[in-house]
């Protein structure tokens, strides 16, 4: 057992001069009391003992006390040493993490250029095609406002046999009634006329009647009867009624439908681009955090030498060998970024959930710009407020406001119309014997009367019984209340419709400026990012090689490898930004068609120019993608 040392006085003294432990006092001001006490004790204490160790000195030396042991048992919750580092430790092998994906054909890739991917959403993008059938709904409802003025015929017959009580013999009655029967034909063409609001009625009425009246001269009769009318409008709905309305206004929602097509194919093509370019980008960093794994693996082997030789301790295999499964969580986190993005631009290409396309693996093809274009801020606000649809579709708005505000502009006027008919008659029928003029022996019919029906018509055509009659008629409303509200809601709506193009004119100002501060900065972040991925190679290399050499640790080789990898996706990303960057620009300037070679050739096709070959998308399918077997 050890011998421990002797407690000096000094010691002793110091200690109590600290006096007792707080704990033991009731007090603090006690325990002031007994410190200060203690302090003036022991300062007496080290005076004497002072004394005395100097007349000491001549004495004789006094032997050793004999030290007390003192056992130290160490806490049982503590190791007693630290654990070992495992000498034997070995890496698992494990392999490559798996680029399968759900539903996907890996084995089946299909290159897919930026054009093709475009060329395809316009062939099958279902809201593309939703829009193409606004536009036709829109054409239906055009022609439908214009068959207004499509002529009307119109034609009746009815047979009637009416008995009448007469009470006197002047009435012709036998038995004290009057029986009638008429067989009636009517027919005609009515409608309005286009420019000045006018309507009109033709109209013909033929009768074949019979009566036991006995003092009719022709029993049958037949009268018939050829009437022309005409309604022209003076004041209110002659420079602009309800049917023009509606004519102008269908056309100018034909017109609105247009834009709306326009403005979805520009939402489509975009909409793709960003798709396309976040898969291109998708893939690309999945391939860069495989290498990273390889690499890692690589290291982990390497390790694994130098530490059999006896160069590395056993930890250096656990460090590469976390660096590796953590690499891989990146990696299986990256596969799933590739698939969320792919379904995102298959969902825009394929026609329905049936489309082979969801089948194949669709490998981005096309090279990434790494410039952006060169435009001013004046000309890039000046062409999107030239070309974006959100304008045209608020001036075609202003329009039908304006031609709201005309007609009901015109309801507030007094309606005077001008009537003017002509009509033409004609009777014959059988001649009774009533027609006899007992007196004379002669009828009491005119000749050309007596006859069948042809007489009739010929009589009419003859137009030796015309009648003609022109006419005003007035309608004053009172108070004319609704048409006055109406008015009124019209230009609230052109104040408003002012307003609105305001807020969208500010509002696309805002969209040009950020698309172009965000494609400036993406093209200089993209030439950072370069230059620091650049930097981070050759750092990673350098450290790799001062590990080899024995010169740093393998610490330092992980720093400088994350390093290396975040720097190649921050430049994967910086492309990718800047390809989106002038996508978004373009769409905020309203270029995006002309810059992808497109038009519309009328209100429901698309023409794309590529350079070889045109393609006009007015219906689908058109262009159907290879069938792929799933995994």
Do not use: C
């Amino acid at each position: 057992m050890d011998q421990s040392h002797p407690i000096s006085v000094t010691t002793i003294l110091w200690r109590a001069a600290e006096g007792p432990s707080p704990m033991n006092l009731t007090a603090s001001s006690t325990g002031l009391i007994l410190r200060t006490a203690i302090w003036a004790a022991a300062i007496l204490v080290a005076s004497l003992l002072s004394a005395l160790t100097a007349a000491a000195q001549d004495a004789p030396p006094l032997p050793s006390p004999t030290p007390i042991p003192i056992e130290r048992t160490p806490p049982a919750d503590l190791p007693t040493e630290p654990p070992p580092v495992a000498p034997d430790f070995k890496a698992p092998p494990r392999p490559l993490p798996t680029t399968s994906r759900v539903g996907v054909d890996v084995g089946n890739q299909v290159p897919l250029t930026l054009d093709n991917a475009i060329r395809l959403a316009l062939e099958n993008n279902n809201a593309i095609a939703i829009s193409r059938n606004d536009v036709e709904i829109a054409e239906f409802n055009l022609k439908r406002a214009e068959g207004v003025y499509d002529p009307e015929i119109f034609s009746e017959g009815f047979y009637e046999r009416t008995t009448t009580p007469v009470a006197s013999l002047i009435g012709g009655a036998v038995n004290g009634s009057v029986t009638n029967t008429r067989f009636f034909g009517s027919g005609g063409v009515q409608g309005f006329t286009r420019k000045f609001g006018g309507s009109y009625v033709a109209r013909f009425d033929s009768t074949r009647s019979t009566t036991s009246n006995t003092n009719a001269f022709l029993n049958p009769n037949y009268p018939t009867l050829l009437t022309f009318q005409y309604t022209q409008p003076l004041l209110r709905n002659r420079s602009t009624d309800n049917n023009r309305r509606q004519i102008e206004i269908a056309k100018k929602n034909l017109s609105l439908s247009d834009s709306q097509f326009r403005a979805q194919a520009i939402e489509v093509i975009s909409r793709v681009e960003q798709a396309y370019w976040n898969l291109a980008f998708a893939l690309r960093n999945l391939q860069v955090q495989i290498d990273a794994v390889k690499q890692a693996r690589s290291q982990l082997e390497s390790n694994e030498r130098l530490v059999s030789r006896g160069v590395l301790a056993p930890i250096e295999i656990v460090a590469a060998t976390a660096q590796v499964t953590s690499l891989e969580q990146i990696v299986y986190a990256a596969q799933e970024e590739v698939t969320r993005n792919e379904n995102i631009l298959k969902t825009l290409i394929a026609p329905d959930r049936n489309s082979s396309v969801w089948a194949q693996a669709l490998t981005p093809v096309s090279p990434v710009s790494f410039e952006a274009p060169r435009i001013g801020l004046d000309v890039a606000i000046t062409e999107a407020l030239k070309n974006r649809p959100e304008i045209a579709q608020l001036e075609t708005s202003a329009e039908i406001n304006r031609i709201d505000k005309a007609f009901f502009e015109d309801q507030t006027k007094p309606q005077i119309d001008l009537v003017g008919s002509y009509s033409s008659q004609g009777l014959s029928g059988a001649e009774t014997a009533r027609a006899i003029d007992p007196a004379t022996g002669l009828s009491r019919v005119p000749p050309n009367l007596v006859g069948g029906y042809l007489t009739s018509l010929g009589n009419l055509l003859a137009q030796d019984y015309p009648t003609f009659r022109v006419g005003v008629t007035i309608t004053l409303p009172w108070g004319n209340t609704a048409a006055k509200a109406d008015l009124g809601r019209t230009l609230v709506e052109e104040r408003r419709l002012g307003n609105v193009r305001a807020q969208t004119e500010q509002a696309i100002e805002a969209e040009v400026r950020n698309a172009l501060q965000a494609l400036r900065s993406a093209e200089a972040r993209l030439a950072s990012a370069s230059v620091n991925r650049s930097a981070a190679e050759q750092l990673y290399e350098s450290e790799r090689r001062q590990f080899q050499s024995g010169t740093t640790t393998f610490y330092r080789v992980l720093e400088r490898q994350n390093e290396l990898i975040a720097s190649q996706g921050r430049e994967l990303q910086a492309q990718t930004d800047l390809n989106r960057a002038i996508s978004e620009f373009q769409r905020a300037t309203g270029t995006t068609l002309s810059a992808n070679n497109v038009s519309v050739t009328d209100g429901r096709n698309l023409l794309l120019r590529s350079r070889d070959r045109e393609f006009t998308f007015n219906a689908r399918p058109l262009l159907p993608i290879t069938s792929t077997t799933k995994e």
